[in-house]
């Protein structure tokens, strides 16, 4: 077995500001996904990235960096907070894309004032 | 338009219940997954599909890729199974990417 971390679970920011996700997975798998939930909604794919060092934008990737530092590690960058979000933003992985199970994170909770 | 439709978009279940919610895919889904979002928002993933169905325990789940659908039934309900059901398409050519619905909402009443 395996477990996927978050960091931070709770993020509290300032309009503006950049902000940065930390995800960390022991599956040892390739794929690994950053997804944003708004509250009562479904998910929508920010990024995600096939392998180190890899980078592909999903629907929702304006105003996100990403950035695959080692295989175990992916990490989401809001580049400019905006006034009022809430959302959660879930990581995922998976060993070889869209042809195995996904498991997900805890995920990171995230209020701009 | 939505690349996967999940029906119903919410959904009320008497304990002991038996009921079955569906996916409709407008692309060509190679794979499915369903997962179930508990009320606290951790994502669990109940199946993994290729065209055919799995089982188990209460839950049972169908996907035929020629009619574009898919289909998880669940058996006597139980107050646990509330929450949030996803399923999700994946394409064989696409490089790694799922294609989510937008989810049923489960709640089970004694």
């Known amino acids: 077995g395996g477990i996927i971390t978050q960091t931070p679970k709770f993020l509290i920011g300032q309009e503006g500001q950049k902000l940065t996700l930390k995800c960390q997975q022991n599956?040892?798998?390739?794929?690994m996904y950053w997804y944003r939930q708004d509250s009562g909604k479904g998910l929508r794919l920010i990024y995600y990235s096939i392998t180190e060092n890899d980078l592909q934008k999903g629907d929702l990737s304006e105003g996100y960096d990403a950035s695959r530092e080692k295989k175990s590690s992916f990490s989401l960058t809001v580049t400019s907070a905006q006034k009022n979000e809430m959302a959660v933003f879930l990581c995922a992985s998976s060993i070889v894309g869209s042809q195995d199970t996904q498991y997900f994170g805890p995920g990171t909770r995230l209020l701009v004032l | 338009g939505d690349k996967v439709k999940q029906s119903p978009s919410a959904l009320s279940l008497q304990e002991g219940t038996n009921s079955a919610l569906r996916c409709n895919f407008s692309i060509a889904a190679t794979t499915v997954q369903w997962f179930l979002q508990n009320p606290r928002g951790s994502l669990m993933n109940l199946f993994y599909?290729?065209?055919g169905t799995k089982e188990n325990g209460r839950l049972k789940s169908a996907f035929d890729s020629k009619e574009s659908y898919s289909t998880l039934h669940i058996r006597d309900a139980q107050l646990e199974d509330s929450g949030t059901y996803f399923c999700a398409a994946g394409r064989g050519s696409a490089l790694g990417r799922l294609h989510f619905g937008a989810g049923t909402q489960l709640i089970v009443i004694p």
């Open positions: 599956f040892n798998h390739d794929t």
């Open positions: 599909l290729v065209p």
